[in-house]
């Protein structure tokens, strides 16, 4: 029997930095764009969690999340949610 590959879920909690701890946003702001750029290359599907905080402090990087997704869904890389 042939090995399967693993299923790997990938998911980021956006918030403060340091979570609670902190309240700033650097990570949302300078990270965001890294990481979806380096999920687009290489075509990995990921989810990303943002508190409500940060979704109305930093709405670009919500934006950004959501451009990356519509255009991989375009793409027919992304072909189930759930």
Do not use: C, K
């Not at 029997?1 to 879920?9: D, K, L, S």
């Not at 943002?50 to 959501?66: E, L, N, P, Y």
């Amino acid at each position: 029997m042939a090995a399967r590959p693993p299923h790997v879920i990938i998911s980021f909690d956006m918030e403060t930095d340091v979570g609670n701890w902190w309240t700033t946003y650097e990570g949302a702001i300078q990270g965001t764009p890294r990481i979806l750029g380096i999920l687009s290359r290489r075509a990995i599907p990921a989810t990303f969690v943002f508190t409500a905080d940060t979704a109305q402090a930093h709405d670009g990087a919500v934006f950004w999340t959501m451009r990356d997704f519509a255009a991989a869904w375009a793409r027919g890389e992304i072909w189930a949610l759930g």
